[in-house]
């Protein structure tokens, strides 16, 4: 289950992938090959991947049109070491595959979107 701007949507993850990015402000190396960076802080993105649609294909449409929907940024309900956390951002890389049809009516798998942090988790 997750939770996107305040709606609980009941598809289970399957796997949440987490990876903390760091970004830099500027970063560029001197003659001398020294790296010299200015580290604005830790991004946390993750990575997420839902089961399939078969069991509520309504459900599973209304989040597929939520991690599609364009707009600028979402709030999203998301776990880390800690517990549970709200993040802004925004879903990129959406996409799911086709698993059959069945009477006309389409069933989908593979489920899978990446959410990019708006802010840093963690500042320099």
């Known amino acids: 289950m997750i939770k996107i701007d305040g709606e609980f949507f009941d598809i289970p993850i399957l796997s949440i992938g987490l990876a ?8 560029y190396r001197t003659p001398d090959g020294v790296l010299h ?4 802080g830790v991004y946390y993105n993750f990575e997420l991947n839902f089961a399939s649609g078969y069991g ?6 209304r989040l597929w049109r939520k991690l599609t929907e364009p707009v600028t940024f979402h709030i999203v309900t998301l776990w880390d070491e800690q517990g549970e956390y709200q993040q802004s951002g925004y879903f990129a890389s959406t996409r799911h595959t086709l698993g059959k049809l069945r009477d006309g009516k389409p ?3 593979e489920l899978t979107t990446s959410f990019i942090a ?7």
Do not use: F, H, V
């Open 56 to 61: 509520n294909t309504n459900e599973y449409a």
């Open 37 to 40: 960076r200015q580290l604005i």
């Open 20 to 27: 903390a990015d760091m970004l830099d402000k500027s970063a």
């Open 118 to 124: 708006k802010e840093p988790y963690r500042c320099a």
């Open 107 to 109: 069933y989908w798998k």
